[in-house]
């Protein structure tokens, strides 16, 4: 089993900078890959970025430019600048272990961009 826990949502203007923090436990030896994905009301979960065991990263369509994730052991970090109001969501950590087909989900984080 995989422990996630984020920190980091909240209420910023449009233009503003936040920053997520998912710290992770368990078995973290299974884990090839972290990320975060969001869900916004009325709209699918959708990938935000990813980066695996070896530091690649990918970035959904939206986000690139203005996100950057990074890992620190088992800690995974998304800085957000240049927020918009399409960027209110509530976003998720993700760990997921493809030999196993394992994923694990943290319980989200409120993101709201006021305009």
């Known amino acids: 089993q995989v422990q996630l826990v984020e920190s980091g949502g909240g209420l910023v203007q449009t233009g503003g900078s936040l920053r997520l923090s998912c710290a992770a436990s368990?078995?973290?030896?299974?884990?090839?890959?972290m990320g975060w994905f969001r869900q916004a009301p009325g709209h699918q979960r959708e990938l935000v970025a990813s980066?695996?065991?070896?530091?690649t990263t990918n970035y959904g369509d939206a986000m690139e430019g203005r996100f950057t994730i990074s890992r620190e052991k088992d800690t995974v970090h998304l800085q957000m600048n240049s927020l918009k109001p399409e960027d209110t969501a509530v976003y998720y950590c993700?760990?997921?272990?493809?030999?196993?087909?394992?994923?694990?989900w943290g319980q989200g984080t409120q993101v709201t961009i006021s305009s």
């Open positions: 980066i695996t065991n070896d530091g």
């Open positions: 368990g078995s973290m030896w299974m884990i090839n890959v």
């Open positions: 993700n760990a997921y272990a493809i030999q196993y087909g394992k994923n694990y």
